[in-house]
Structure formats: C-alpha cells, structure tokens
C-alpha cells in the first residue's frame, strides 16, 4: 500500500511513522508512507497557503490552488483509491471502514487546517471524508496518524501474528477480554486459573464470556449492531 499524505505540518508525521509497528511496516515494504508540504505547491510569491473567507468571519481557509495542485500533481503518477479529506464533519471512521479501506494499493489523505479548506477541494476532488470521533482537533495530522496507524497493521504481515488483528477489539463485534502477565500473583491479586489449566477448550469459552460480558457493561450498543 502507498500512502500520500498532504500537509503543512509534515515534521508532525517524523516520530508517529518510526516507531513500533509504523516502523517496521515500512522497513518490510508492506506500505510507503509519503509526505507532501503543500506549502512546496504554492502559487503566490510569498508562498502563502491560507487567505480570509469570502464574506467574512473568523478564522483563516485553506486556499484552493496549492491544495489542487498538489493534488493533480500526485494524480498524475498514481490512481488512488479513495482521496480522503479528515475532517470532524465526516464519516465515523471505525472498525470496518478500516477493514474496507486497508485492502486499498493507493491513499491520499488530506490534512485541513486553520478554519478549513475551501469547500471547492471537497466538492471537486475529495472521495471521501472522515472524522475520527465527534471532537474537534486543530488540524487533520493528528486524525491522519490515528486513520494511517488503523489501516497499516491491518495489511497482512504487517502484525507478526496475523490472528493478533482479527482478535482486536471491534473485529467480532466484541471488546476484547482481559489479559495478564507475570508474576501469577502480584500483591495477592492473582490471575483467573483458567488461564494456567492448559485446557485450551476451557480458556476459548472462559475469553469469550469475558469478551460478551465486557461488552455488554461497556458498550451495550456493540451487541445490538449488525
Ligand atoms: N480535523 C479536526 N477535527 C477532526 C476530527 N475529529 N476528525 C478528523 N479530522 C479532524
């Protein structure tokens, strides 16, 4: 998979992408993660990226041509998938919009800023926007690192066990249930002995139930859906 993304803060992108999974998604060839100043796609002599809204009001709009220029420039290299604009007016992203988009070879994310971008961009040559919850950030970068992350360790190989994907949280429709670790008993707290019975059959049922009743206390909601 390659993902281009296009924003005014690229240096924002540097310690999120080497790290962890990001990084070694990268270094395994499974996704090519670019970044795009658009800033470098300016048109005025001052380089200017952002102008006052027609009509007034507060706040600064990201101008129309560095934005569509980076934008035709990439198109004219790569066919994408989808051209997504992050933004809180969009489409909730969760589980199985992550799912349906990791199988994509071509992204382009778009990061809005300042008050937003003009409404041409999005009505022209964006595909798809999406939020990553009902808040609002100052900029997409943050939501662009939250969408990248979520789609990447969904690329097969990219996790070393490839179950550890399908066992998340939200993949069954069903929170994951605890876990735990050494030592088997910290402070007197100690781990379920299902855990360390070796009956494989017993720990599957004894997770399972977990995972429903978790569930249902934390977000009945998930039970109900599909
Ligand atoms: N930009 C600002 N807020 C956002 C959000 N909640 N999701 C995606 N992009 C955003």
């Known amino acids: 998979m390659v993902i281009d993304i296009l924003t005014l803060f690229p240096e924002m992108f540097e310690g999120p992408f080497s790290y962890s999974i990001l990084k070694r998604a990268q270094s395994k060839g499974h996704v090519i993660l670019r970044l795009h100043n658009i800033r470098d796609w300016a048109v005025s002599k001052h380089k200017n990226v952002d102008d006052y809204p027609y009509g007034g009001g507060a706040g600064m709009v990201m101008m129309v041509e560095p934005v569509v220029n980076c934008i035709e420039d990439l198109k004219s290299k790569t066919i994408y998938d989808e051209i997504i604009y992050l933004s809180p007016d969009g489409e909730l992203l969760n589980q199985p919009l992550a799912n349906r988009l990791s199988g994509s070879q071509n992204l382009m994310i778009l990061c809005g800023h300042y008050k937003g971008i003009d409404e041409r961009i999005r009505t022209h040559f964006i595909t798809r926007e999406i939020s990553i919850g009902d808040y609002v950030l100052s900029g997409g ?82 039970l109900l859906e599909e």
């Open 141 to 222: 970068e943050m939501a662009a690192m939250v969408l990248t992350d979520t789609l990447v360790r969904l690329i097969p190989g990219v996790l070393n066990d490839e179950t550890s994907a399908l066992s998340d949280s939200y993949q069954d429709n069903l929170l994951s249930p605890p876990v735990f670790t050494r030592p088997y008993d910290f402070r007197g707290l100690q781990v379920p002995d299902v855990l360390l019975s070796g009956n494989d059959r017993e720990i599957a049922k004894w997770k399972y139930e977990q995972a429903v009743a978790r569930t249902r206390e934390r977000r009945p909601g998930m």
